[in-house]
């Protein structure tokens, strides 16, 4: 039901880095019309109170929906595409409402929980450095899909799938290899392990030519000398 309820209500899950940047102008939804008076501190957020009624009577499809989606019957793409040709469908109306009340019920909780704030400040500065890296790992024609033809996107988007794991493969191995080093193992406390990303870039050449050479290993680190045998001969 929240899947297809955010769908509708076209807000990201659970809050994308252009609702928290706009905050000031998210609009909360009243719980009824005999609440109108009970949020003076929000009265400028406030607007119409949520029309259970719709949602009430359109029950029964609502679970119907929710239901196909969870068992993979059908894609919350499909359903909406269906329904946003007649944006007046009650079904539709419906799930518009079940949006903008976990909306507000959601921005209500992210207002005054600290925790929740900074949990989704970290998980957004995740997101965002990760968009960084596909920028440039996806540069062409400014990181944008050039062609039309769903064959020619379907490729791009696998080859770029394919940048993205090379490039947190060759990072983790550096990674490990650099906490196998006693000297950063006992340098690196808890706090900064757990900060450790394999997602960076700036190790990569973007332009330029690349010549790769399939017959050998990637040499991550260097080899360690081993000390020479005193028994061979």
């Known amino acids: 039901m929240k899947t297809i309820a955010r769908a509708a209500a076209r807000e990201p899950a659970p809050f994308g880095p252009s609702s928290v940047a706009a905050l000031n102008k998210v609009k909360l939804y009243r719980p009824g019309r005999e609440d109108e008076d009970s949020y003076e501190r929000l009265a400028d957020a406030m607007t119409r109170p949520i029309r259970w009624d719709v949602i009430e009577n359109n029950y029964d499809q609502l679970i119907k929906y929710a239901t ?3 068992v993979g019957t059908a894609s919350t793409e499909a359903i909406l595409r269906r329904f946003t040709r007649t944006a007046s469908h009650p079904v539709y109306q419906a799930m518009l409402e079940v949006g903008k009340a976990q ?5 209500a909780r992210y207002l005054r929980d600290r925790d929740l704030q900074r949990e989704i400040q970290e998980g ?6 990760w968009n960084g890296a596909n920028d440039i790992i996806f540069f062409g024609k400014s990181g944008e899909l050039s062609s039309n033809r769903r064959d ?3 490729l791009s988007v696998l080859a770029l799938h394919l940048l993205q794991t090379a490039l947190v493969f060759v990072n983790t191995l550096m990674i490990q ?3 196998a080093d006693p000297k950063w193992a006992n340098l690196l406390t808890d706090e900064d392990k757990r900060a450790l990303t394999p997602l960076f870039w700036m190790q990569i050449q973007p332009y330029g030519e690349v010549r790769l050479n399939m017959g050998s290993r990637l040499q991550l680190a260097h080899p360690v000398p081993q000390e020479p045998d005193p028994t061979a001969s």
């Open 103 to 107: 909306k507000t019920i959601f921005v």
């Open 177 to 179: 290899d650099m906490l």
């Open 124 to 129: 957004l500065n995740v997101v965002e450095g």
């Open 68 to 70: 196909a989606i969870r």
């Open 152 to 154: 020619q996107q379907e």
